[in-house]
């Protein structure tokens, strides 16, 4: 029985890494009595993905993993016994079969709160007709036009609100906007990454 599962990651646990994640969710999954499948071969693990996970530092409340379970349990009764096993931090929104495949994420909404008011600067950089810089990937580095991953945004003093591609190489990391944006601005100030939805190309919630 596959099941995916959106969960939200507060401030609390915003440097718990990808990897510690995965052991709070099998740790979880033992002390709640929940039976996952897993893998065949020498070093057999539970069965299940997390889909874009979030990066360290960051708020969400759109994670989302998929877990094989052995037990056909009710929706509503793995949520609540996730919820009572997860440490603080964590939080089981909902659970549900997955609609979406992982192929299919095309944008993600983000908040990025600033320390400072930045509204003027935001709206200056964010209307520019292109702003090219060098973007570093594991295999490459290449120049590319950040505006072009920005799909929308709306400013309201410190907070912006944007939606960036997520689409495989034409994604952009709202940390590497923010970075861009600050040291083009000159500005010294910390900021805060929130992720609030994911969507489909079609501009749907991706279940």
């Given at each position: 029985m596959k099941k995916r599962i959106r969960y939200e990651k507060t401030e609390a646990v915003s440097l718990v890494s990808h990897l510690d994640t995965l052991r709070v969710f099998i740790r979880a999954m033992r002390r709640a009595k929940l039976q996952p499948v897993y893998?065949?071969?020498?070093?057999?693990?539970?069965?299940?993905?997390?889909?874009?996970?979030?990066?360290?530092?960051?708020?969400?409340?759109?994670?989302?993993?998929?877990?094989?379970?052995?037990?056909?349990?009710p929706e509503e009764e793995l949520k609540s016994r996730l919820?009572?096993?997860?440490?603080?931090?964590?939080?089981?929104?909902?659970?549900?079969?997955?609609?979406h495949k992982i192929n299919q994420i095309d944008s993600v909404d983000y908040t990025i709160t600033y320390e400072q008011e930045v509204s003027q600067k935001l709206y200056e950089f964010l209307n520019q007709p292109a702003y090219i810089t060098v973007k570093k990937s594991k295999r490459?580095?290449?120049?590319?036009?950040?505006?072009?991953?920005?799909?929308?945004?709306?400013?309201n003093s410190d907070i912006l609100s944007i939606?960036?591609?997520?689409?495989?190489?034409?994604?952009?990391?709202?940390?590497?906007?923010?970075?861009?944006?600050?040291?083009?601005?000159?500005?010294?100030?910390?900021?805060?990454?929130?992720?609030?939805?994911?969507?489909?190309?079609?501009?749907?919630?991706?279940?």
């Open positions: 893998s065949e071969g020498f070093n057999p693990h539970p069965k299940m993905t997390f889909l874009l996970p979030i990066s360290v530092g960051f708020t969400s409340e759109y994670e989302l993993v998929d877990i094989d379970f052995s037990d056909n349990l919820n009572e096993a997860l440490p603080e931090g964590f939080h089981v929104l909902s659970v549900y079969d997955g609609v490459k580095s290449r120049d590319v036009d950040i505006l072009k991953f920005i799909k929308s945004f709306e400013i939606c960036l591609c997520a689409n495989g190489e034409n994604s952009l990391n709202p940390k590497f906007f923010s970075d861009e944006f600050l040291k083009w601005a000159g500005i010294d100030t910390e900021y805060h990454i929130h992720r609030s939805k994911i969507y489909t190309a079609d501009k749907r919630a991706f279940f």
